[in-house]
């Protein structure tokens, strides 16, 4: 009978085999990481230029409206109060972001100074663009150096290279095969930590800039509502320099200005009406129309139906509300989460309210989603919030016309536990193929419905093997010199006052001191035996 256990070449053989899968997929994620930047580029430069021509024609038109107010007759008082009103606000008024300004005089200066309009503009929407990569993590950087440390020839380039490239060579070179067999095996196990480090990296970056207003405008499917409403406003004014060069012919009110009144259906009797509807119905967007191009500093979905505080309204809390604190309440409004979730109506949703709060002249209740209603939200939705907003799907502002009085439809528990599933499912990272997160996933589901902290403690004090040694890193607390090694021997409890977390017992000499494991580092982030401190500093890094 044969013996089919594998030896350490099998392993070995094995192991490159894993690094190598893991080589095409990085490639495969950086190819797809560069065609998302360059249609994302692509879709900014166009934007660009077709605004730039937009806002060239609509000044023009503008302009023109202007000189042409000096020469209308034949109107009588109120007719021409009007008239006047209403041709210097579509002519006068600041339709622009103060950005587009800039934009027009960086153009007009390119020449004057050695480069072209277009590198500029390229340059700026690449540098807008890289400020979604991400910093390599440690054991990319372990592996990165290992990489470098195993070439044969040494390149002065290597230093300059991504991981992937700096693995490509050290294969191609083959010096693994003349290490030994255990020096080989835990160089392509730090290759392969790296490789799988670098390729969520990757995957977080593309999935970002998708996800982004960028994205959004870059891959939407439907027509571009910005260009759309300069369009509109230069066609009116289009019309409306019509109207007016008709109106000085014929030395009195042209028809054709009466026909655009009445189209937008303006009673003249209406003074206010007269002069302010209109302006509403072309003018308001044109405030902010630098979203999805690349001046736009809003890279979330368009939270058009959450209480904006802008600004800075005082709220308080609202006494007496119609809708109590821990009612169950559901929306009414037919609303959508606006860019990006256009697809996903809020209509129906369920929850409870956890706050209710008033400015003195709206009320706005903060819901926490019921169970059934997030497990309705759309998987993509959820992603987004965990990479981008720390996990905000659950909980949502609404204003008071927007809820009705709801049976409740599950317990507290039952939100909870649902919430927490789905915040530790996306949070972290792919649990199907990033380890730590399955670990950390793992981890804070041990109790579903305990908060994280209990769930660390229930951890460290059944599953973690004492002592280890650590390391005293100092960011918050000065009590210790940084860098001095110490022992962990278990620990005490979690600090509630000042909010370090779990409390450590260490061995610093002969002394044994409480001291907050946050504040800690392990000695050799390799030894497996660290993976504990290395799971909760991660965690504690972001929530604490």
Request: charged residues 30%.
């Amino acid at each position: 009978m044969s013996d089919k256990r594998k030896g350490p070449n099998d392993e070995q053989a094995a192991l490159q085999q894993e690094v190598e899968t893991l080589l095409e997929k990085a490639g495969a994620a950086r190819q797809q990481l560069n065609a998302t930047r360059r249609q994302i580029l692509d879709a900014q430069l166009r934007a660009s230029h077709d605004m730039l021509e937009h806002i060239e024609a609509i000044n023009q038109l503008r302009k023109d409206i202007r000189e042409m107010l000096e020469h209308l007759e034949g109107f009588d008082p109120e007719e021409m109060e009007s008239v006047q009103y209403l041709g210097n606000q579509l002519a006068m008024a600041p339709l622009f972001h103060p950005q587009f300004e800039e934009l027009l005089a960086r153009r007009d200066n390119a020449a004057g100074n050695g480069r072209s309009f277009e590198e500029e503009l390229r340059e700026q929407v690449l540098s807008r663009l890289d400020e979604f990569a991400f910093f390599p993590g440690s054991k990319e950087n372990a592996a990165r150096e290992a990489a470098i440390r195993g070439l044969t020839s040494a390149d002065q380039l290597a230093w300059s290279e991504e991981l992937p490239t700096l693995t490509r060579l050290l294969l191609s070179q083959s010096p693994i095969r003349q290490m030994k067999t255990e020096k080989a095996a835990a160089l392509l196990i730090q290759l392969r930590s790296g490789l799988q480090e670098y390729l969520k990296r990757v995957r977080r970056e593309e999935k970002n800039l998708k996800n982004s207003t960028f994205g959004r405008h870059a891959f939407g499917a439907g027509p571009d509502e910005g260009m759309e409403d300069f369009q509109s406003l230069r066609e009116l004014l289009e019309r409306m320099k019509e109207a007016f060069a008709d109106s000085i012919r014929l030395k009195g009110p042209s028809p054709l200005l009466k026909k655009l009144i009445e189209e937008y259906e303006l009673e003249e009797e209406e003074e206010e009406e007269y002069q302010d509807e209109l302006l509403d119905a072309f003018l308001d967007d044109m405030f902010d129309e630098s979203e999805g191009l690349m001046f736009s500093e809003d890279f979330g979905p368009d939270d058009g139906f959450f209480w904006d505080d802008e600004e800075e309204e005082e709220w308080v809390e609202l006494k007496n509300p119609r809708h109590p604190i821990g009612s169950s309440v559901q929306t009414v409004a037919d609303q959508t989460l606006g860019q990006g979730f256009s697809d996903v109506r809020i209509k129906g949703w369920q929850g409870r309210v956890e706050e209710a709060l008033t400015n003195g002249q709206e009320n706005v209740y903060v819901v926490a989603l019921d169970s059934i209603t997030l497990r309705q939200l759309p998987e993509r939705f959820i992603q987004y919030t965990c990479e981008e907003e720390y996990g905000s799907f659950s909980r949502f502002e609404f204003y008071e016309a927007d809820l009705a009085p709801a049976e409740p439809r599950d317990t507290i528990e039952d939100a909870v536990i649902t919430q927490r599933q789905l915040f530790h499912r996306y949070f972290w990272g792919d649990i199907k193929e990033d380890e730590q997160a399955a670990r950390i996933f793992d981890i804070m589901l041990q109790a579903p419905a305990e908060e994280d902290i209990d769930n660390w403690l229930a951890y460290f004090n059944s599953e973690v093997e004492y002592p280890f040694s650590a390391v005293v890193e100092g960011l918050v607390l000065q009590h210790i010199e940084p860098g001095t090694e110490v022992e962990v021997l278990g620990v005490e409890g979690v600090d509630e006052e000042n909010e370090f977390g779990l409390v450590a017992s260490i061995k610093k000499g002969r002394a044994i001191l409480s001291y907050p494991l946050m504040e800690l580092m392990p000695v050799n982030d390799n030894d497996p035996k660290a993976e504990p401190l290395l799971d909760y500093r991660y965690w504690a890094d972001l929530m604490l």
